[in-house]
């Protein structure tokens, strides 16, 4: 045992491991949740993280400060006092205070999420909501207990008398680490209400319109036929040359030229292009031969918001890619579990590239 | 067909759907939407949905894709709002759901046992003046002893202005303190301090009143008895419903422990609310009719009755039916 323990060098990941795909929504690192509908349609929600959810909370808090004040005033200054004759005016007021206070403290936020698909206030200024981590929306059961749980994410108190040596204010002072530590720790920016209800917070804004893409030079047509026919571009170039093509209209030509010729010049070395082609112009080439020149294979129907008849939307499909060739492959295969879906001109979809 | 012309159709759509979203998260959507408004944003929704579907067919350049991803995700949860709250259900939810979640939760039982425990022997050590000198006096502190025998000096008395306003203080303070007790669960120190440190003070301040010599005991035990029996439950149930809450992180039932602490929230929520309705009925009692100069048979037959209403509660109602005996885990 021990021998055979000291044969050969340690391998480290990258020797035999495959290399991580950045691009697949399991390994990116960025802040989004997957969803996916029972119609099998996937789509990513934006999850919000503590710098939206702060202003939202301190907003709230002034919100509930200010409703608070007002019934104050309204019911001190109107004649609702009357409406007990039984009791003297102060003591309506103290109790009406008191109640206020108490049902202001705890349910101003299970009311607005309950009722306002789960929005408060301060969610609807900083623009986040309320969800459940399965896409659905809230239920009054989950309000409750992620309100009502706000407190221990507020936890532990502090004194102010670390701060002010002297005339400390005669409260405490929340300091929230336990909602930020546990919003460290989760993948979803949870806090602890939020992992007792099963609830996360998300972005419900106005995404980044990409523009559309102009592309004014006429050279950009026939450049894109000097590239090969067989160059193949990667997911994440694909995305970068997008990207760039949809906001090179807002840059000044230097940083067109500069930010280009970063992806473009090793690329045109490659194909063997001229070196004094402009960087610009083969970014925009790429774009046209992957965006504009391909025709696609769907025929679309002809009204705008219909769009394709659902039967075509199929998305179970086989992505295991070609099948092992091995004995079983003589019996009969099993049957599909959804129809392939029906594909015009006759084209076939080739084994593995449907996501 | 290409790319850039399947672009051009679908824009117009997109937008339309991103800007009938903004409208509904604004105040506007307070206001229910038409039917053909309904119909239209459905329409438009499924439309995006498939075209997110056939982004890889359609080739669709990625940015666009994220695009479709947030639009398809804010249309989502503006076409499937939150519940409102199911008041149909909420009969079978006070009078079968809570009463069993109360009966059946060994968390109950737990902290029953340290607050009452608690209670009494704070309540016998400070009273046994004799065997534990001076048990009471440092439990409690000279002022707050002073206070409590300066409230009880004189016989019980008030005006329906004092009742209303003690009966919202006790709402306020008492519920309070019970919702806290629930919330700080998930630490679990938190909460079984403020338990123990509620069941000694107030076991310590009984014993100190009950004792021969302090005048003013017979008044307090007037003025605690009707509404001792709602108030000493609720408290021990609101630490319950915390202490299940807490127990989530610990006892998993192979559960996973994020999985684990969100089934107990589940179970830990009808305690709580069982927690604060009581409450609020111990803060009415403790309003109306503790300080009233009524006949101290008639606080009496009050504790009693609430008492017996209490055991109705929780044991008829809450005892398990068969079906659900042989299912309910033993376990905690």
Known sequence: MLASFYTGPIQFGPLNSVPIDLMSPRNAIDLTATITTPENIQFEYRIAGPFRRIPAFLVDLLVRFIAFLAIFVAVACSGITQLFPFLSQFATIGVVILLTYFFIDWFYGVFFETYWNGRTIGKWISKIQVISVDGRPISAYQATIRNFLRLADLAPMMSLAAIFANDAPPFLFPTGLVAILCMVFTTRFQRLGDLAAGTMVVVDERAWVPPKVKLEDPRVASLSELIPANFMMSRSMVRAVALYAERRMRMPMARRMELSAILAAPLMAQLGLREDTSPDLFLCALYYREFVAKPIAITDSTSVDVGIPISQATPVLDTAGPKPVSHESTSTPPPDLAPYPQIPNGQQIPNGEYP | ?332
């Open chain 2, 1 to 332: 067909m290409r790319t850039v012309d399947l672009l051009e159709r679908r824009r117009q759509g997109w937008h339309e759907l991103d800007s009938m979203c903004d409208k509904y998260r604004n105040f506007s959507s307070l206001k229910k939407p038409t039917a053909a408004e309904v119909t239209r944003f459905a329409a438009l929704y499924r439309a995006a949905c498939t075209d997110l579907a056939m982004a890889e067919n359609l080739k669709l350049p990625p940015t666009t894709l994220d695009y479709l991803h947030r639009l398809v995700g804010r249309a989502h949860s503006h076409l499937y709002r939150s519940h409102r709250l199911p008041t149909s259900l909420w009969w079978t939810y006070v009078f079968e759901t809570m009463p069993k979640a109360v009966f059946n939760d060994p968390c109950v039982k737990i902290t029953g046992v340290i607050f009452f425990g608690l209670f009494s022997l704070a309540a016998l050590l400070s009273w046994a003046e004799g065997t534990f000198p001076k048990f009471g006096e440092t439990i409690l502190g000279k002022e707050q002893i002073q206070q409590l025998e300066g409230s009880f000096a004189k016989p019980l008395s008030g005006n329906i202005d004092q009742y209303a306003s003690m009966a919202a203080f006790y709402i306020q303070h008492n519920t309070s303190i019970g919702l806290e007790c629930f919330a700080l669960g998930p630490l679990l120190i938190p909460s079984l301090f403020k338990l123990a440190y509620n069941a000694i003070v107030l076991g310590a301040s009984f014993g100190y009143m009950a004792r021969p010599e302090i005048a003013a005991g017979d008044t307090f035990f007037e003025f605690v008895t009707a509404h001792g029996v709602f108030e000493l439950t609720a408290i021990s149930l609101s630490a319950a419903a915390g202490l299940r809450l807490g127990i989530g992180w610990i006892v998993t039932n192979g559960l996973s422990r994020l999985d684990a602490f969100r089934v107990s929230a589940k179970k830990a929520l009808p305690i709580i609310l069982v927690a604060v309705a009581l409450f609020i009925l111990a803060a009415f009692t403790e309003g109306f009719i503790s300080p009233s100069p009524l006949p101290y048979a008639v606080k009496a037959l009050f504790a009693i009755v609430s008492a017996s209403l209490l055991m109705f509660y929780f044991v008829i109602l809450g005892y398990p039916s068969d079906l659900e005996s042989n299912s309910e885990e033993s376990v905690i």
